[in-house]
């Protein structure tokens, strides 16, 4: 009976690791194609991020994709969204990563990770943490120790929380993205030496290795863009390319003359800013172009199958010659087949249809929209007075405005006062407006100032004895391009009425509101 127990024991001890071992799957690159358990599977996946989406949608959603005949799902991690502050981690709620990927897998879904640390994404500052601006030596982006510090401990915390997930341990994650567009970056930063940029694509690319990413790895870029964002052991995908002929003639350059070829940005739709009109991409395009892909052995990746909504102060911005910025809106529907409700669009069912006819899998019916419900006329009846608000709160005081990072603020709003004895006239000017304003005198409006349109400058009458009250709000930091290593907030630059610098009594209210 002793014996009999032991046994049992020993059995029940071994099991779940047969159990796990058994769950086990490879995903390759072998012979210019990928293969899944030792047959080839072209990736048919879908961008879709998990905090753009309430975490009791996830499932409904994946489904969604399911339905639409793919068998991937693609995501970017935010590293501003899970280390807030230093050290400090939130992987809960919307943020529970490991959750939306255990959910992508028990749909029967492949997982595709994209954890930057840049990721773009429209997102504010492009992923990266607000507070990496107040690290002394810090240069984002390059082979600084300072930054690979910071993000060597970023990678190693991720892993803790989803490296189980990879393939080769039983879960759904079978590629992992080095760096993110970095091509892009280096095109943009001529100033820095390509040895150097290929120096630190490299230790982003170690650091993943080091912390136990196992999985295939790859970079994504514009197809002209792959020597400066390519990098050794990494397969290269091209992003938009919809030359088939472009695509496999560059990868091979950069991957030993051979694929699999994969298009890990494919476009059905675009980003919206504020003040433009909403950016619509047809059906029909995106149909032809899915089934050309189709056709010649090409996995791609819709960017974005489902863009959600960036909640909170979440949203990043862009930048061109006509406006120093370009904030994105709160939206991200992205004009995708998979609308920002999670409704079923004419674009979802012409990709749909021809998917069908190339695939060996069945390809289930679209689940059934989530219920809504109707919302009655609200009328709109109190005012809250900002400025009392505002002023409610202890204030910071300095001689000069103190920009958003110097305060140890990362969003919202900041209130910046100062109290005039004598009066005084002239044009106000505020050439380090980052990045819209408000300017009362005294609690009276009397003007706006807008870093969107260039507008820094307006004429002002402050009166004897009277405060000038300048409230300022952060639209979001750049995520692309080279003035993302420029992201401080507030003012950052002196003050000026009729040429003269405003020194000295200025009072600093902050009002952040929401936490990233």
């Known amino acids: 009976m002793r014996t009999k127990s032991i046994f049992l024991l020993l059995l029940l001890a071994v099991?779940?690791?047969?159990?796990f071992s058994q769950s086990k799957s490879t995903f390759e690159i072998k012979n210019g194609h990928f293969y899944r358990n030792g047959k080839i599977t072209p990736v048919l996946s879908g961008e879709m991020h998990y905090v753009r989406i309430p975490h009791q949608y996830w499932r409904h959603r994946l489904q969604m994709m399911k339905g639409m005949g793919l068998n991937t799902v693609a995501t970017y991690v935010f590293w501003n969204?899970?280390?807030p502050e230093p050290g400090k981690w939130d992987f809960t709620g919307d943020k529970n990563l490991a959750e939306f990927i255990k959910t992508a897998g028990e749909e029967g879904m492949m997982v595709i990770l994209r954890p930057g640390p840049y990721v773009c994404a429209e997102w504010e500052f492009g992923g990266y943490p607000w507070w990496l601006q107040n690290v002394k030596g810090m240069e984002i982006r390059r082979d600084n120790p300072e930054f690979l510090k910071y993000t060597k401990a970023y990678i190693d915390r991720l892993y803790k929380e989803v490296g189980s997930l990879q393939c080769t341990k039983g879960g759904p994650i079978v590629m992992v993205q080095c760096e993110n567009e970095f091509g892009s970056y280096v095109a943009q930063r001529k100033d820095i030496p390509l040895e150097e940029h290929r120096a630190y694509n490299a230790k982003i690319k170690q650091q993943l290795a080091d912390a136990g990413f196992n999985v295939p790895l790859f970079t994504s870029d514009g197809s002209w863009l792959f020597e400066g964002?390519?990098?050794?052991?990494?397969l290269p995908t091209a992003n938009g390319e919809s030359d088939i002929e472009n695509l496999k003639k560059v990868v091979d350059q950069y991957h030993d003359g051979k694929g699999p070829y994969m298009v890990a940005e494919f476009y059905p739709g675009w980003l919206s800013h504020w003040a433009e009109p909403f950016p619509q991409i047809g059906a029909s395009g995106i149909a032809r172009q899915t089934e050309k892909y189709l056709q010649n052995d090409v996995s791609f990746n819709f960017y974005m199958v489902h863009g959600g909504t960036n909640f909170g102060f979440t949203s990043g911005a862009n930048y061109d010659k006509k406006r120093d910025i370009q904030p994105d809106m709160t939206s991200y529907d992205y004009d995708a087949p998979i609308?920002?409700?999670?409704?079923?669009?004419?674009?979802?069912?012409?990709?749909r249809n021809v998917i069908k006819k190339y695939v060996k899998y069945t390809i289930p019916e679209a689940p059934a929209p989530n219920p809504v419900i109707e919302i009655p006329s609200i009328q709109l009846n109190k005012v809250a007075d900002v400025l009392?608000?505002?002023?409610?709160?202890k204030p910071v005081s300095s001689d000069t405005p103190?920009?958003?990072?110097?305060?140890n603020q990362g969003y919202g709003y900041v209130l910046y006062t100062r109290h005039f004895n004598q009066p005084i006239s002239g044009t106000l000017e505020i050439p380090g407006l980052r990045d819209y304003a408000v300017v009362?005198?005294?609690?009276?409006q009397v003007g706006v100032l807008n870093r969107n349109t260039k507008t820094y400058s307006m004429e002002i009458e402050v009166p004897f004895n009277a405060t000038l009250q300048i409230l300022v709000e952060n639209m979001g930091r750049i995520n692309y391009g080279s003035e993302i290593v420029h992201n401080t907030k507030g003012i950052i630059s002196p003050v000026q009425i009729a040429g003269k610098e405003i020194v000295g009594g200025w009072d600093m209210y902050q009002l952040s509101l929401i936490h990233i």
């Not at 009362?440 to 009276?444: A, H, K, R």
């Open 15 to 19: 099991m779940p690791l047969c159990v």
């Open 81 to 83: 969204l899970h280390e």
């Open 229 to 234: 964002g390519a990098t050794p052991g990494a």
């Open 339 to 351: 609308s920002e409700a999670g409704w079923v669009t004419p674009k979802y069912d012409s990709i």
């Open 388 to 393: 009392a608000f505002a002023e409610k709160q």
């Open 402 to 407: 103190l920009t958003f990072e110097q305060l």
């Open 440 to 444: 009362y005198v005294d609690g009276e």
